[in-house]
């Protein structure tokens, strides 16, 4: 698997998973832009360690619910970079768990915007500077499959939209530029640091086959597979890495 020359943005990428499928891709000699919204120490880490393993890569913070701000994190990838061969959008959140009875309004759109609009404007704003065996991998989640856990169920429901435009932007864009997505389970993340306890990050984990988390690397791992040529007769599909713990 080669990416050499090929230049990747990876949209939310200063911590995490992002940071990880940033670091992935490089390794494969893809160029890198990440966009981070407040994680700047890790972002521009994540950059030192990019540029040690011969490539580009530059840090951009953005507010990728702002369109103004997704236009100019593309046009910067095209004046610096030169060309846009692979989008990863790694960019979302939970937010806060509440319940739909105690939901307000602004919450669910807040919810969406950072989950939903967020990529349709990335994929708005990159896919006129794509050509012919580009792709994109955009993020789901196991929510999207079972409905989320307590007070997530905007989260689910934005997740479930991202895997159902993840198949029509795939039937969009076809043959030349492949769409796929990931749905990670319990992945050891700052996302489940926050928002879920120590007892029940226990419980899912000892209910997977594996019997652990996953870590960042092994989802970036699977990422960088469905962005390469090596999965070239894939698009449409939305990837479970879970450990075994919910088979679709």
């Known amino acids: 698997m080669t990416m050499i020359n090929k230049v990747a943005i990876v949209a939310g990428g200063g911590r995490d998973i992002g940071r990880a499928c940033a670091i992935e891709l490089a390794k494969k000699g893809a160029n890198i832009v990440l966009t981070y919204h407040s994680s700047a120490e890790s972002a521009l880490s994540a950059v030192s360690e990019i540029e040690s393993l011969g490539v580009k890569a530059l840090a951009l913070q953005a507010d990728l619910t702002n369109q103004v701000e997704v236009t100019s994190v593309v046009s910067t ?3 610096e970079m030169g060309s846009i061969d692979y989008l990863v959008h790694v960019s979302g959140g939970l937010i806060d768990r509440v319940k739909v009875s105690d939901m307000s309004l602004s919450h669910w759109h807040k919810v969406m915007d950072v989950n939903l609009t967020s990529l349709f404007m990335m994929c708005n704003a990159v896919i006129p500077h794509m050509s012919a065996g580009s792709s994109i991998v955009t993020f789901a989640s196991q929510a999207g499959r079972d409905g989320g856990g ?5 989260y689910a429901a934005s997740k479930g939209a991202v895997m159902t ?3 029509g932007l795939a039937k969009e864009l076809g043959p030349d530029i492949r769409v796929n997505s990931v749905c990670p389970g319990m992945i050891a993340t700052g996302f489940h640091d926050t928002f879920t ?3 029940v990050r ?3 984990a000892a209910m997977t086959c594996m019997k652990r988390e996953g870590s960042s690397e092994e989802v970036a791992k699977l990422v960088a597979f469905l962005a390469s040529d090596e ?7 939305n990837v479970d890495i879970n450990g075994g713990l919910l088979f679709s």
Do not use: H
Not at 150 to 154: E, F, V, W
Not at 231 to 237: D, E, F, K, L, Q
């Open 77 to 79: 990838t095209i004046e």
């Open 150 to 154: 307590p007070g997530a169920a905007a």
């Open 165 to 167: 435009f993840t198949r």
């Open 197 to 199: 306890a120590d007892q």
């Open 202 to 204: 226990k419980n899912v």
């Open 231 to 237: 999965a070239s007769y894939m698009t449409g599909n």
